[in-house]
């Protein structure tokens, strides 16, 4: 954005929660103790899968790497949201603004591809195991991670370059917790009708095949299970149900919010808390933290360390 090319806007109000004082407290301790646990979860997973050997399979290297975008998808929103809620002005920068915008489609677009990639991670896996380890190499998932990365920012750039020229010269409240390209969008000084549009065909459309996508990859995968021993289908049906709440709470929000930019749901903060700040939190719970196996290393290298340090 040029502010000297007619933009007289210098930063923007983010209205947050309003509410009483009690209120605004109450979200503050109950955030911070969110993204507390959000960033010491995820850091506790990539600790474990870099450090344990018996962890070094493709399974757990998309883990990590989802720790990692869920980490940055919450530090990228949550503790200006955290500051805001007990600062008198709640205000952002334009450059800040940009920056959170370009940084959140960022993480989230490559998030949900690799969330497409552990889909197929696991069909392999369950319908093709004996050659899981022809297929899933670690060339290939290395591959993977930078196909998602590299649709994340060409998924965020798309975007980003049409919304850094827009001129604010008036408005400069957002009735959010963030910056987001619906509600900011709105508040430029010209028409943005044909930019609306590609952010329906971008993050709208993107979100919902993603979404499909991992329906359906899930559906074949409890289909084969079932097919082969229906003793299994049980466990099966026990952790994908849990992933499809995960992902549910994930894109659902996400659809709601990109594919009808237009709607008062852009504003709804609740929508924007489930994918900001309560999946991120939800993920290494469900993927990872569940999984016996990542229990067990974590209880082993931490027993490990308390050793070295007492012998220290």
């Given at each position: 954005?040029?502010?000297k090319?007619?933009?007289?806007?210098?930063?923007?109000?983010?209205?947050?929660?309003?509410g009483?004082w009690?209120?605004?407290?109450?979200?503050?301790?109950?955030f911070?103790?969110?993204y507390?646990?959000?960033?010491?979860?995820?850091i506790l997973?990539?600790?474990?899968?870099?450090?344990s050997s018996?962890l070094?399979?493709?399974?757990?290297?998309?883990l990590?790497?989802?720790?990692?975008?869920?980490m940055?998808?919450?530090?990228?929103?949550?503790p200006?949201?955290?500051?805001?809620?007990l600062?008198?002005h709640?205000?952002?920068?334009?450059w800040?603004?940009?920056?959170?915008?370009?940084?959140?489609h960022?993480?989230?677009?490559?998030?949900m591809?690799?969330?497409?990639v552990?889909?197929?991670?696991?069909?392999?896996?369950i319908c093709?195991?004996?050659?899981?380890?022809t297929i899933?190499?670690?060339?290939l998932m290395?591959?993977f991670?930078?196909?998602?990365?590299?649709?994340?920012f060409?998924?965020?750039t798309s975007?980003m370059?049409?919304?850094v020229n827009?001129?604010?010269c008036g408005?400069?409240v957002?009735?959010?917790?963030?910056?987001d390209?619906?509600?900011v969008?709105?508040l430029a000084?010209v028409k943005t009708?044909?930019?609306?549009?590609?952010?329906?065909?971008?993050?709208?459309?993107?979100?919902f095949?993603c979404?499909?996508?991992?329906?359906?990859?899930?559906?074949?995968?409890?289909?084969t299970?079932?097919?082969k021993s229906?003793?299994?289908l049980?466990?099966?049906?026990?952790?994908?149900?849990?992933?499809?709440?995960v992902?549910t709470?994930?894109?659902?929000p996400?659809?709601?919010?990109?594919a009808?930019p237009l709607s008062?749901?852009?504003?709804n903060?609740?929508?924007?808390?489930?994918y900001?700040?309560?999946t991120p939190?939800?993920n290494?719970?469900i993927?990872t933290l569940r999984n016996q196996?990542?229990?067990?290393?974590?209880?082993?290298?931490?027993?490990?360390y308390v050793?070295?340090?007492?012998?220290?």
């Open positions: 954005m040029d502010l090319n007619g933009s007289v806007v210098t930063e923007f109000i983010l209205l947050g929660f309003s009483r009690e209120l605004q407290v109450f979200f503050f301790m109950t911070s103790l969110i507390g646990a959000t960033v010491v979860g995820n997973i990539m600790v474990t899968v870099t450090c018996t070094h399979s493709p399974m757990y290297f998309l990590g790497n989802l720790s990692f975008l869920d940055c998808i919450s530090t990228t929103t949550t200006k949201m955290i500051t805001n809620l600062a008198e709640k205000t952002i920068s334009v800040g603004c940009m920056s959170q915008m370009f940084f959140m960022f993480f989230g677009g490559a998030e591809t690799l969330l497409i552990m889909a197929f991670d696991r069909y392999v896996a093709k195991p004996l050659h899981y380890r899933m190499s670690h060339r290395k591959g991670v930078i196909f998602s990365w590299t649709i994340g060409i998924h965020t975007q370059v049409f919304t827009l001129p604010f408005h400069n957002i009735n959010n917790i963030f910056c390209l619906p509600l969008i709105k000084c009708y044909t930019l609306e549009l590609f952010i329906i065909a971008d993050s709208g459309l993107l979100s095949i979404f499909i996508l991992l329906l359906v990859s899930y559906t074949i995968i409890l289909v299970v079932h097919q229906s003793g299994r049980s466990k099966a049906l026990s952790t994908l149900s849990a992933h499809i709440i992902v709470l994930f894109f659902v996400c659809i709601f919010i990109y009808w008062s749901l852009a504003s903060k609740i929508l924007v808390v489930f900001t700040v309560i939190l939800l290494p719970i993927y196996k990542m229990r067990g290393t974590m209880r082993k290298l931490w027993l490990q050793s070295s340090t007492q012998n220290f």
